[in-house]
């Protein structure tokens, strides 16, 4: 089947075969291999991508989908060396050790500051519940998160609803975010 | 992003500098061996038994041989000449059995999961899809799966040919080795005397990267890149098994996601796929998927362990015994029968114990061979004997933190010699419980346990000890080879001074998760008075880093780094001799600091860097000194280091539904010396979680036809962000005096440490209600029945 896909600001048009899963073709046909495949049964979220602004977990999607959609990666996240407040905050704190469950932490944590710009420890953990880490014991990562919610504040940058919107929204606002 | 959290006068070690690392992980610019792709890749799918133990009658291939892109798929029978026995190098006794362990199976499988043929095709999905096309006649056989009854008169055989059950049984006696008395004429003698069996369930490592492997076999040497803890390990025994020569193979571990002890490993699918692409002359890639990980890749853990311990009534330790039954899955892999001996060193813990006894029977099932998780032999020892003294304290009404001070070797005694003959260099037990008490409030929390119980709430209070020590540092070569292990215990290490001053560290060490290259260069430019960023930690790859024997065992900085401190000393010796010259003075006239060779009393000298370019163009070099400012070196320790620590836990359990909620836990470790505190809590915290979900959630479970039934993360309860506390973590430090660091190791602390703690508190919440013992997972169910009189 034929499908066009914009991914991290890349425009794609492709053959898929209909079975194909939307992290299969992203990794194996678009080479974002910055995206990675934790499980086979959607519990670890390693895959987490945003698809039109909401984090979706790639093994859970078929590519065809996708068809006609905005999707967003790790990859996407920084431009011209400059890292995304959540990717900062996480390398800040300490929140990643093999760094594998990384990218799907950070798409997760971008998706849960978007409904919440200023989330309590609680609400961090119970937002990250669907992704595993067996590194950190999620101590800083969820410190991690409180703190990029502080660094996303009106004042102190672009709020969280940007970020919430990224790839739904014009390549003007996605290059506002990745700016920020 | 900033360079540093905070700041520490005299150098980088000691300072939380954040991670070398990070920079490409949180972009996703990662190089995990899936992502890699060659020309001309094909890719490998493996087909595995669905049975717990049968014989092969007939493979038939010949459909899945004609579909579409495969090109080629491989049996047993096919590999059987050139796949060797898979190495299992610690041989604990001499009349150990092992049986022989092809990487495809060949005439019978032993295990669900095991793997039996393989295709090779374009794409993984057409690999994938030949494989229903293969047909396999199975013949059934008796599944053997409890350790207990395996070993019972009569009871059918996983390897029939080897007669029984039984791989092997090591025992070690205080009386007999002359470092005690006799623990059963302890036990005969005793005022008080306690007897427990716990149980150490199966438990899956379950690292977040499942394992992937690709082979090229174009160049001149058969390249794997391989998601290993063990490079230089895996390329030795490769050639060991397939009869390759070593010098013609390449092993690169790049990016490794996560492995505690799980990819400490020769595997099977290693093999086949190095087979398997030397026979196409192609590259060949495989990956597993979680489900294949978990009835495939090595379990931990699964002992049951009999403990008697004597005592008199004032607390004091009189003996202790212990009889384990180990098990070891269908096979030996690398280290599987030497996990539970090295717990043998540890069931005497901190404690001044005269009389010990230690037995345990290998026994082999029908299951996935279990090998080193996360402490391996340590936590399983560190939990029972941190469950007994529990079980003493309650027996005798005392405190547990007394009962334990009582029998504790006092910070004066050190260096100590134990019961079971290893030699603790440092320890301030005192210290760390001290500080734990406070940051816990333990007489507070004390009061309001007993103020629930007088209410008679439904939600009950417990507190949970654990005061451990580990043998870390793994290992000084001599007891590795008294203990018949295979190889030594040293670490290689080199430091290349390049002509612009810039620095390459070479490390036999293999990281993958653990932070080297950020130590390793805060140590290196301390050393060398250079810039943290001037340094480059270079790992995980055989023909850089050429010898090694890589990560675990929390070896790296107390084995590893000593290496590249001994390396850099050279270089700085080298580098004095030039200096000398140049500065036209006598070598005892230069001092060294922060990078500068001085003429001492002068203000006359040179850098480190101005040298490494002096020697790079050797026009002026003194008589006999080679133009080269590299250095290499090989450590191997004199002893294993000791870190402690006082671990405690609340937990509240809800009596009517047994559901357990973990409500503060405070860690204080001493690891010696640190070079990086940020690193080390993260260990600790990341330790925690897997201690405390052993203790809480985890437990691979097989149903009575050895089909694993917690085969995926759907059913294997690895905690999320939502299942776990945060952590009061703090340190003591008290210098190891074995190695010039000081260091003494984290990766496994707050795993042995917590286990026991969450279980002690667990019991202890109910155990005014008659409950002296829960088996882990301690579930709600578990709870519950223990509350209200039903098994366990």
Redo the contacts between chains.
């Keep these: 089947m034929r499908i066009t896909v914009t991914v991290d600001g890349t425009r794609y048009t492709d053959d898929v075969e209909p079975r194909m899963l939307l992290v299969q073709y992203l990794r194996e046909q678009l080479g974002k291999v910055g995206t990675v495949v934790g499980c086979d049964t959607s519990n670890c979220g390693a895959c987490t991508v945003h698809v039109d602004g909401h984090s979706v977990k790639s093994c859970s999607m078929l590519a065809v989908q996708a068809d006609g959609s905005e999707v967003t990666t790790v990859e996407g996240l920084s431009r011209d060396g400059r890292m995304h407040p959540v990717q900062e905050a996480f390398h800040d704190n300490h929140a990643l050790q093999c760094g594998f469950c990384t990218p799907g932490m950070i798409m997760q944590s971008m998706d849960l500051l978007a409904e919440d710009a200023d989330p309590d420890e609680q609400t961090v953990r119970e937002g990250l519940e669907g992704n595993l880490c067996r590194c950190t014991g999620y101590q800083n990562i969820v410190r991690a998160v409180q703190d990029a919610a502080h660094r996303m504040r009106p004042g102190a940058g672009p709020d969280a609803e940007r970020v919430a919107d990224e790839t739904a929204m014009s390549e003007q606002t996605r290059a506002e975010v990745r700016q920020s | ?2 360079a540093t ?1 905070d700041s520490h006068a005299g150098g980088e070690v000691g300072q939380a500098r ?2 070398k ?10 190089r ?1 061996t ?2 890699m792709s060659l020309p001309g890749m094909m890719h490998m799918a493996i087909l595995r038994s669905p049975l717990a133990h049968a014989r092969i009658n007939r493979i038939d291939t010949s459909e899945a041989r004609s579909m579409s892109g495969v090109e080629a798929v491989v049996t047993g029978a096919d590999v059987a000449d050139d796949q060797g026995s898979l190495p299992c190098a610690w041989p604990i006794t001499e009349d150990m059995k092992s049986p022989n362990a092809p990487s495809l199976a060949v005439d019978e499988v032993n295990f669900a999961g095991e793997a039996v043929a393989v295709v090779v095709a374009r794409s993984a ?1 057409e690999a994938h899809d030949a494989l229903e096309a293969i047909e396999i006649d199975y013949e059934e056989l008796p599944v053997v799966l409890d350790m207990s009854s395996a070993m019972t008169e009569g009871s059918d055989l996983v390897h029939p040919d080897l007669g029984t059950n039984a791989s092997a049984t090591w025992v070690f006696d205080s009386a007999e080795a002359g470092t005690g008395g006799s623990a059963d004429e302890a036990l005969a003698g005793a005022e008080v005397t306690v007897h427990r069996t716990f149980r150490q369930q199966r438990l899956i490592p ?5 394992r992937s492997i690709l082979v090229d076999p174009t160049g001149e040497q058969t390249t794997m890149w391989s998601a290993t803890q063990v490079p230089h390990i895996l390329r030795l025994m490769l050639a060991m098994t397939t009869g390759v020569d070593e010098h013609k193979i390449r092993v690169i571990a790049p ?4 492995g ?1 002890g799980g990819k400490l490993q020769v595997t099977p699918e290693e093999v086949i796929t190095f087979l398997v692409a030397r026979k196409l002359g192609k590259p060949v890639k495989y990956t597993e ?3 294949e990980s978990f009835t495939s890749a090595h379990h931990g853990r699964d002992q049951i362990q009999k403990l008697s311990l004597a005592a008199n009534r004032d607390g004091t330790v009189t003996g202790l015994k212990v009889e384990l039954l180990a098990d070891m899955g269908a096979y030996l892999r690398l280290v599987t029968p030497g996990v539970p001996i090295l717990g043998a060193f540890m069931f005497n813990a901190i404690y001044k114990i005269p009389a010990y006894h230690f037995s345990c029977t290998n026994v082999f099932t029908n299951k996935v061979p279990t090998d080193a998780y996360r402490g391996a032999g340590r936590p399983e020892a560190t939990f029972a004997i941190e469950r007994m003294m529990d079980e003493l304290a309650a027996e005798l009404g005392m405190d547990p933190l007394e009962v334990r001070e009582r029998n504790w070797i006092k910070h004066d005694e050190f260096p100590y010699t134990t019961v079971s003959t290893l030699t603790y260099d440092s320890g301030n037990y005192e210290a760390a419980t001290a500080r734990a008490r406070e940051l816990f409030g333990y007489d507070a929390l004390r009061a309001e346990q007993a103020e629930r119980r007088r209410r008679g709430d439904t939600v009950q209070l417990g507190i949970g000890v654990s005061t451990f020590t580990e043998m870390c540092g793994l290992a000084p070569s001599r007891v590795l080879g008294a203990l018949s292990y295979g190889a030594g215990g040293w670490e290689h290490g080199a430091v290349r001074m390049l002509p612009t001053g810039k620095v390459e560290v070479i490390t036999g060490s293999s990281p ?4 080297h290259e950020t130590a390793w260069s805060q140590i290196v430019a301390d050393r060398l008075g250079v810039g943290f960023d001037d340094v480059e930690v270079l790992h995980g790859d055989t023909q850089s880093s050429h010898k090694g024997l890589d990560t675990y065992g929390s070896r790296s900085l107390t084995v590893g780094a000593m290496a590249v401190v001994q390396a850099a000393d050279k270089v700085i010796a080298k580098a004095r001799k030039i200096a000398a010259h140049m500065l036209e003075c006598a070598e005892d006239d230069v001092e060294f600091s922060g990078g500068r060779f001085t003429v001492r009393g002068t203000d006359t000298s040179t850098s480190i860097q101005e040298i490494a370019l002096a020697v790079f163009a050797a026009h002026d070099l003194p008589d006999g000194v080679e133009p080269s400012l590299d250095s290499e070196a090989t450590f191997d320790p004199e002893n294993f280091s000791f870190p402690h620590g006082t671990h405690l836990c609340a937990t509240e359990v809800d009596t009517e539904t047994g559901r357990v909620r973990l409500r503060s836990y405070v860690a204080v470790d001493d690891v010696g010396n640190v070079v990086n505190p ?2 080390v ?3 600790v ?6 201690g405390i979900a052993q203790a809480l959630f985890e437990e691979a479970v097989y149903d009575e036809t050895g089909t694993l039934t917690s085969g ?3 059913d294997y309860l ?1 905690p ?3 299942d ?1 506390p ?2 009061t973590t703090d340190r003591t430090e008290t210098p190891s005096t074995t190695n010039a660091l000081g260091v003494k190791g984290v990766g496994e602390a ?1 795993t042995i440490a917590s286990t026991p703690a969450v279980v002690n508190s667990v019991v202890d919440a109910v155990r005014h209600m008659g409950v002296q013992d829960i088996e882990m997972p301690c579930t709600p169910m578990r709870v519950w029945r223990a509350i209200h009189g039903g098994a366990r």
């Design positions: 992003m900033t959290a954040l991670r690392e990070d920079a490409r992980l949180i972009a996703g610019r990662t995990w899936d992502n999905a379950a690292f977040m990267e499942p990016d490794v996601g996560g505690f998927s979680r489900s993958h998760g653990q932070g940020m690193i809590e993260g260990q915290q990341g330790g925690l979680a897997q995926t993360l759907a690895v999320s962000a939502a776990l945060s952590f707050g």
